[in-house]
């Protein structure tokens, strides 16, 4: 019965959050903005590397780096919508006393509200991917793309993302001011630190060492190598080292190590969340307005 | 018998961050209070007196500094969830709500999180818009709203659960008056339809918790200061009523002097000589018929009366030595 109610729950509150990302505008115009918005993203990072690189884009460096920035939307959207749930319903709708007084799972509450912006999200990185092999080389070939390693390795990856984005969410609870600052200065951590668009091996050791306990750095190895399996190979045969700094590890181990790492953020972030919800509990900031 | 609401030395401490911007505030101190099912329980004070925060504390909201509250038996700060099942919160001046939803959207969606079957949901909301009247705007979306047609949406999302306990916060501050009685009204129909139902109000209207409570509790500086019916708490005063008549063709008022329950008693002629004005001190409420058969009795016509009680305030000012407001 629990698992019924829940799973109606995350239905009913996926139908708010989509109603919230898309319907403050006409399908017409939303459509083009979540086209738009992702590649004119992108492009801010390939001409800086065209600058820097003098034009060439096909070959297996700007692969990697191409499909490692598309998947980190993930990371900083879902991260934030997470958090933007808690603070959107607290100061802009004023609706976060009775939303947490509600009998219900907070958590799937959350999870509903935030698949709507993986959805949205996967399209933008669909759209994103597609742009980059069809207008700048970007060496994906759906025949080679490893689909059993992929699914897998998305849903634990987004899973792990959004957990994380519970943990911000208790931080929100907190504080209206910075919550979105912190937010920002994680998502950027993951961001230099999980080898997005460079490896982590350029990285000084001690900061290698962190990479090394953050999910995102297994995630974006594994997704990299079902998504661009032949650029990833290409990667390793033109450095003639250990480029990405995972060379030596096979898919499973990958998997594994993503799993273990996913499921020690898991356990912190239910910690995060359980502790600042007791704080604001305390403190009575649930139901508090910062005009923020 | 279990009761609705129970506190027990219920204490809430604000400290500010840091000594220099604020002092220590002390919102509730040992309040005790048990209300009991079926009953229509007021907390009246002045703004800051501690009302929001006991609400706020049974409510799962706020966790007590010291002491225990239980609602439906259970204990607010562990059994959450318990706790949540059976109640809902209604604050009074509250325009919370999902702009880009329409009306019926957001108690739909409101209703969805407290579980209720989606037809059983519509219906209940079909029922409290046509009530409230709002069945006209259920397809608007709700930032085209205004203040008081949100406020009654707010008040029909606490209801459409059908919680056991719920509580009102204040829940015609700002209503015009037709609001507010409207509001007013449907309280007093919602919880004389089932007896397991209980409201707890909270307000710093004198005449709405007169009119509304079974029982209120006066409060002040996070201390409850009184607890009883409003009848028996203006007792306190120890004021009598007053019933003052406007008669016509009463010549003789001798009787009326030795009718049992009367303090004391005047009478004036208007100018005119064509009516007599008869005030009368109570001291037993019972005396009222009896003047009135006297009156009569005499072949004289009554042209008015009333009957003036001590009021809420007057029990407030008694208690606290200044006014509610």
Known sequence: ?292 | MQHAVETQSLTRVFRPKKKKEGKVVTALDSVDLRIDRGELFGILGPNGAGKTTILKILSTLLLPTSGKAYVAGFDVAKDLLEVRKRINMVSGGEISGYGLLTVRENLWMFSQFYGLKSKEAHRRIDVLLDRFGLRDKDKEKVRTLSTGQRQKMNVIRGFVTNPEIIFLDEPTLGLDVNAARTVREFVVDWIREDPNRTILLTTHYMMEADELCDRIAIIDDGKILACDTPHNLKKLVGMNSTLTLSVGGLNDINDFGSIPGIGNFSSTKDAEGNATSLRFILEDESAVSDIVSTVLGKGSKILSLQKTEPTLEDVFIKLVGRGLE
């Open chain 1, 1 to 292: 019965m629990a698992v019924i109610n829940d799973l109606r729950l995350l239905k009913n509150s996926a139908w708010l959050g989509w109603q919230m990302e898309a319907n403050w505008t006409d399908p017409f115009l939303f459509a083009t903005y979540s086209i738009v918005k992702p590649i004119a993203g992108t492009l801010i990072l390939v001409f800086m590397y065209l600058v820097i690189t003098g034009g060439e884009t096909a070959n297996d460096f700007f692969s990697y780096m191409y499909v490692g920035n598309a998947l980190y939307m993930f990371v900083a959207e879902v991260l934030f919508g997470v958090t933007w749930v808690i603070h959107d319903d607290r100061e802009h709708y004023m609706t976060l006393k009775h939303v947490y007084m509600a009998p219900m799972n907070f958590y799937v509450y959350i999870l509903g509200r935030s698949a709507i912006k993986i959805a949205i999200t996967s399209f933008g990185v669909l759209v994103t991917l597609a742009f980059g092999v069809l207008a700048l080389g970007v060496g994906i070939n759906l025949g080679a793309v490893d689909w059993l390693l992929l699914a897998p390795s998305l849903v634990v990856g987004l899973l792990c993302i959004c957990i994380l984005g519970l943990a911000m969410g208790g931080v929100s609870f907190l504080t209206a001011k910075h919550s979105i600052g912190i937010n920002e200065g994680l998502a950027g951590v993951f961001y230099v630190m999980s080898g997005v668009v460079f490896p982590i091996t350029i990285l000084p050791s001690w900061a290698q060492t962190i990479s090394k306990f953050l999910p995102v750095t297994y995630w974006m190895e594994v997704v990299r190598r079902a998504v661009v399996p032949e650029a990833m190979d290409g990667l390793a045969a033109s450095s003639g080292y250990d480029v990405t700094g995972m060379g030596d590890m096979s898919d499973l181990t990958l998997m594994v190590l993503l799993l273990v790492s996913a499921g020690v953020f898991f356990v912190m972030s239910i910690g995060v969340f359980r502790v600042a919800d007791n704080i604001a509990r305390k403190k009575g900031k649930v139901d508090w307005t910062t005009a923020y």
